[in-house]
């Protein structure tokens, strides 16, 4: 079987890069920006450091933030029918995961109107033709979704998320300047950053994984582990690192999959709107340690990327528990709690056999049954 590799069309990286949006809209042809942005990120100026950008050069746009934390099916239908009606011809999709994933949905059915239900994209959907082009600046650094070609929408009305992964709806551009997430208040840098850190370390052990992606998963996780302490503490290094971390982790982890970390992430943020990257967190060390007898020696090289001591000298129980206290450690060092309040033991049934559902489920190195993603939720409690 032949390993696919999808990757941005170009990437910039470093502070003041938003600067080349402008250079990319003008030598693209682009006529007009449909600027998808979360209402908080307007609120506090964020934006206003691309529109500025837009309006410098003389680039017409037009400000869709009809996006909640985690995007709905509504906020996506909402979004078809205001880039209709603006007359856009390209995307600039600013924040989070959730700005991302609802301008990827919009740049697809705009392209593929046969999907303009939402719910028919779930899982890997026969699109024919790629999104609207579409800029991604992220300004948290954890989702990479600036570099998948994976998107969650949530279905409010049937109390879940759904993934879905589509070649089309790869950013043509990426725009990773750090200088973006340098307002991220400490709980999101945490929360985006541990994210990232699931990213790294599920697209390591996946079923999927080989070499190529091993390279950007294990450098994944040496950046993110030595600087998201710092990047929580708002330090310029912490801030740069984490941009390049996160990143090298998307162009892995989209091309090889995830696993049940993800999909009892997915899960808890649809019945409890548990923030995602939280989710993440309170799950990838229990996951881990479910995962750790079909992982081989992989264990050891995330506790040497991790920083750990003397793995060459510890036997494979050592270094396995090693790299999940490592991980541990750095969540609860950030903040992250290690128990989750709203979880209720009726609600068990429901959440396993929405996870064991969830398109990342089947990446796992080990296989899990519905009775044992109950179990593995019933350790958050």
Not at 7 to 19: C, F, P, R, W
Not at 88 to 103: E, P, V
Not at 260 to 272: D, E, F, N, R
Not at 335 to 342: R, S
Request: proline share 4%; charged share 25%; net charge negative.
């Amino acid at each position: 079987m032949a390993n696919r590799i999808m990757l941005n069309e170009t990437s910039y990286h470093g502070a003041g890069a938003i600067e080349e949006i402008a250079t990319e809209a003008k030598v693209r042809a682009f006529k007009k920006a449909f600027v998808c942005s979360d209402p908080d990120l307007i609120k506090f100026g964020v934006t206003k450091k691309v529109t500025d950008i837009l309006d410098k050069n003389g680039l017409a746009y037009e400000i869709y933030s009809d996006i909640k934390a985690n995007p709905t099916i509504q906020n996506v239908q909402h979004g078809v029918e205001a880039f209709k009606k603006a007359g856009a011809d390209y995307l600039i999709a600013i924040g989070g995961g959730s700005s991302m994933d609802t301008s990827k949905a919009i740049g697809i059915i705009i392209a593929n109107p046969e999907f303009e239900d939402v719910r028919s994209l779930e899982g890997v959907a026969p699109t024919k033709k790629p999104c609207v082009p579409i800029i991604a600046v992220p300004t948290t650094a954890g989702t990479a979704a600036e570099v998948t070609i994976n998107y969650v929408i949530t279905d409010v009305e049937r109390k879940r998320k759904f993934v879905c992964v589509d070649p089309h709806d790869m950013p043509v551009i990426a725009i990773v300047d750090p200088d973006m997430m340098s307002s991220m208040p400490k709980g999101l840098t945490a929360s985006t950053g541990m994210d990232a850190l699931t990213h790294a370390i599920e697209g390591y052990t996946t079923k999927a994984a080989w070499e190529m992606t091993d390279m950007f998963h294990l450098k994944a996780i040496e950046i993110i582990s030595r600087s998201l302490r710092d990047a929580v503490d708002n330090k310029k290094v912490g801030r740069e690192g984490m941009a390049l971390g996160q990143y090298i982790a998307g162009m892995g982890f989209s091309n090889v999959g995830l696993g049940i970390a993800h999909s009892m992430a997915h899960t808890l943020g649809a019945v409890y709107d548990t923030p995602h990257g939280v989710a993440c967190a309170m799950m990838l060390p229990i996951v881990m340690e479910y995962n750790a007898d079909c992982t081989g020696e992989k264990y050891r090289e995330i506790a040497r990327a991790m920083g750990v001591k003397g793995v060459d000298d510890m036997s494979v129980e050592e270094y396995r528990k090693a790299a999940v206290d490592a991980v541990q450690k750095l969540s609860v060092d950030v903040g992250i709690p290690t128990k989750l309040e709203a979880l209720k033991e009726e609600d068990l049934d429901f959440l396993a056999e929405s996870a064991h559902a969830d398109a990342c489920a089947p990446g796992n190195p080990k296989d899990a049954s519905v009775e044992d993603l109950k179990n593995l939720f019933r350790k958050l409690m």
